[in-house]
């Protein structure tokens, strides 16, 4: 970065921060954001941690520098809050997978089931569903469903076959949605990767498609059992402060690196796939947070009745799961 450039950079955050206090505005950020975006909001995190601060935070106004439903889950949890988000249209492919009625109807071939919804999902979806849950702690919420009851998890496949794996269900069913980033991470990819990088650790998380072939392949021997990590965002954090590793490979959203990179600058960070960038998490920008902030700009608003259908399943979400790893 060039010194004009940093004083900008100064000056939009100092603009930023100072209209953020004037609204008495939290400003939350997921970890795929922009790196200005991470650097200038009060909390960075994944799904699980941003939504326990939504609901926790004494600010009036929260500001979600995210996607949609994240802005949407806050407005469930604190429906009393403004909660505005600065780009409407940032939605979710993996969101988009399932809708209400689809939802309704697979209900209806599976009368008694439990119905875990993963977080990437619509409030109407939310209020359809009895428990929701995050990449960081789903194992936790089915593993916590008594072993009789069958479960319907959506939307996510790559992530529903994670939490099938490790908690050895048979009675569960999972929705064949997909995430067009993580499922554009291909095992070759990373297997070739970490053949070209021995002494590597590698951080996946439990939506990419290579997900279950990498710890099929950590079984064959192919690749290394001990440094293979399934991981949510915060997790990959978590682990990021611990390793002695001297690189790291990760198969995520991009925006991740930052955080990473800050949280261990002794290890080399390297994605796996430097393309597979999420466009929505990637609308707000400078200029859009900006204009939120001065014009008070988007509002989110979830139906009353919806949102009072929605809260249970979200606030078991944020019950469960004391820390933010998915699986070792
Ligand atoms: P986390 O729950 O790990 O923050 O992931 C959210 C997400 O959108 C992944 O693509
Ligand atoms: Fe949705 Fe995928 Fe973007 Fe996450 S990375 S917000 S799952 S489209």
């Known amino acids: 970065m060039t010194s004009a450039e940093r004083a900008s950079q100064e000056e939009w955050a100092a603009e930023v921060r100072c209209l953020a206090a004037a609204r008495d505005a939290v400003i939350l950020a997921h970890n795929y954001q922009l790196p200005e975006i991470q650097d200038v909001a009060d909390h960075v995190g994944d799904s699980l941690a941003l939504s326990r601060i939504a609901a926790a935070s004494p600010a009036t106004t929260i500001v979600f520098a995210g996607v949609y439903f994240m802005a949407e889950t806050a407005k469930i949890l604190a429906p009393e809050k403004t909660v505005l988000i600065p780009e409407p249209r940032a939605g979710c492919s993996l969101a988009d997978s399932i809708d209400a009625d689809q939802l309704r109807r697979w209900k209806a071939e599976h ?17 359809e569903s009895d428990l929701c849950c995050t990449s960081a702690n789903a ?33 569960m069913h999972i929705w064949m949605g997909e995430c067009h980033v993580h499922a554009g991470i291909s095992p070759v990819e ?11 650790e590698l951080f996946i998380h439990p939506e ?27 997790g990959m954090l978590d682990r990021a402060r611990r390793t002695h590793a001297p690189s790291v490979l990760v198969a995520t959203e991009t925006g991740m690196l930052h955080q990473l990179r800050r949280a261990n600058p002794s290890v080399v960070w390297e994605p796996v796939n430097a393309k597979a960038e999420c466009v929505y998490m990637k609308m707000t920008t400078r200029e859009v947070l900006l204009r939120c902030l001065r014009d008070g700009t988007t509002e989110v608003e979830v139906d009353v009745e919806v949102a009072a259908r929605a809260r249970r399943a979200v606030e078991a979400m944020i019950a469960v799961g004391t820390s933010s790893l998915v699986a070792e």
Do not use: M
């Open 208 to 234: 990419c498609g290579c997900a279950t072939p990498a710890l099929w392949l950590s079984g064959t021997g192919d690749l290394p059992a001990e440094r293979t990590h399934v991981l949510s965002t915060g």
């Open 190 to 200: 990373l297997r070739d990767k970490a053949l070209a990088s021995p002494a590597s």
């Open 139 to 171: 194992v936790e919420i089915v593993a916590g469903i008594p072993d009789e009851r069958e479960v319907l998890f959506l939307p996510d496949q790559f992530l529903g076959a994670h939490v099938q794996r490790t908690t050895q269900r048979h009675n």
């Open 111 to 127: 009368p008694g089931a439990v119905v875990v919804a993963y977080v990437n999902t619509s409030a109407e979806v939310k209020a």
